[in-house]
């Protein structure tokens, strides 16, 4: 098994070369945002007043201080789940498994949105699970699709019954799935008896404040809904959720629990402290404002360097960490990566979002935590790289 496995999120770092190199790789927040002196006084008082519950070892249950923020978050979505159906999870990488674990069995089929975001891939893999590609066409994952493909499956005789998607501002594509999509996907997964694991790091990263009612909000029983504060807060406190129906709710507690015996109750408490201050609608501002910012940086040096009716294409990222570039005649994408560090830019080739690692067309980008003055610089070395030129 583990020879089939792709790295899930070390690869980006391959074409990191530090230095000069401009990184459009690896998809990190941008933590200029944060008001560090607040949570550095926050989190020491957690630990003078509180320090005896936070550092003790704590249950698999979310604490009940934080239930608000979690709320705060998903209520901007449409979604109100109740207390007893979160499960804490050390962020979605760790709900990922947790799902992979305790909702299916060894050789079942899970269905993947694809181009895929790879930590999605590894877990459901480490899980002993097999990958099959949710269809597609040009607004996104088709229902009909999806339907006749786990009928095929089963007619095979093999059992598929868990359905996972990013459905907003998608890691890697930055796509968002239509509302009237996101109803007939939900359709088909209540006529053929599927859990759809909603994957939803990004969600109020719109950069007009736009958002889209989650699946969790349109269908709360058949939807396992991963949330994380990685991109609204900080992903160094590893900290995040699952809100689950009530069963499923049980069986990803108990797997969490055999995983870490519970998450970080200190993180739990600090990001808990912090929403209780000062609510999310700031920190969101900022953190929307900084890659509205930088992603119009991107897209403007794209259409300057890329945009002259060349072979690449893209669409304007609405919200996110990513850009998707794609070549119209179908080059892969993969050789380039190195021709690109050479010329001092990285980015992460397509391939590593396939689920068969075959030759992709496409190249991430990803603009959320590239310094201002760089962004340009780092499209200009990546257009020459694309176009052939010399190092
Ligand atoms: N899902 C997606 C789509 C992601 O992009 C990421 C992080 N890059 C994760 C899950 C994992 O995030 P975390 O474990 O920090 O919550």
Redo the contacts with the bound molecule.
């Keep these: 098994m583990w020879t089939d496995m792709r790295p899930a999120v070390e690869m980006p770092r391959l074409f990191e070369r530090g230095g000069d190199t401009v990184s459009f790789a690896g998809?990190l927040p941008d933590l200029d945002v944060l008001p560090l002196d607040a949570i550095a006084r926050q989190m020491s008082g957690l630990v003078r007043l509180g320090g005896r519950i936070a550092l003790q070892y704590s249950t698999p249950h979310v604490a009940q201080a934080l239930v608000p923020a979690i709320g705060d978050l998903m209520g901007r979505e449409g979604a109100c789940p109740a207390a007893a159906d979160l499960v804490p999870t050390s962020?979605?990488?760790?709900g990922?498994m947790a799902a992979g674990l305790a909702l299916a069995e060894p050789g079942e089929t899970v269905l993947v949105q694809t181009p895929v975001?790879p930590?999605?891939a590894a877990a459901f893999r480490t899980a002993g699970l097999r990958l099959r590609a949710i269809p597609r066409d040009a607004r996104g994952l088709a229902p009909e699709g999806l339907r006749e493909t786990i009928l095929q499956l089963r007619r095979e005789g093999r059992t598929a019954r868990l359905a996972y998607c990013?459905p907003t501002f998608q890691?890697p594509t930055g796509a968002t799935l239509p509302a009237d999509r996101r109803r007939e996907l939900l359709a088909v997964a209540g006529e053929l008896d599927l859990t759809v694991i909603e994957?939803n790091?990004y969600g109020l990263l719109g950069f007009d404040g736009q958002t889209t009612d989650s699946l969790k909000a349109l269908a709360p029983d058949r939807v396992v809904y991963?949330g994380?504060f990685?991109k609204v807060f900080a992903?160094g406190l590893?900290c995040?959720w699952i809100a689950a129906p009530r069963e499923q709710a049980a069986a990803l507690r108990r797997t969490t629990e055999v995983m870490a015996l519970s998450p970080s109750p200190l993180a739990q408490a600090a990001i808990a402290a912090f929403h209780a201050r000062s609510g999310w609608t700031e920190l969101i501002d900022r953190y929307r404002a900084a890659y509205r910012e930088r992603c119009a940086l991107m897209a403007d040096a794209l259409e300057r360097e890329l945009g002259d009716g060349g072979p690449w294409t893209w669409r304007r990222p609405q919200g996110g960490f990513y850009l998707w570039l794609r070549h119209r005649d179908g080059l892969d994408t993969g050789p380039l990566a190195a021709v690109a560090a050479g010329h001092g830019v990285s980015f992460v080739p397509g391939s590593h979002f396939r689920i068969d690692g075959g030759p992709s067309d496409a190249l991430r980008l990803c603009f959320s935590h590239v310094p201002r003055d760089r962004v340009a610089v780092g499209v200009s070395r990546l257009a020459t790289a694309l176009r052939g030129g010399a190092a």
Excluded at 91 to 94: E, R
Aim: proline share 11%; charged share 10%.
């Design positions: 998809g962020g979605s990488q760790m990922l975001y930590g999605a990013n890691n994957d790091p991963l994380t990685s992903p590893r995040g």
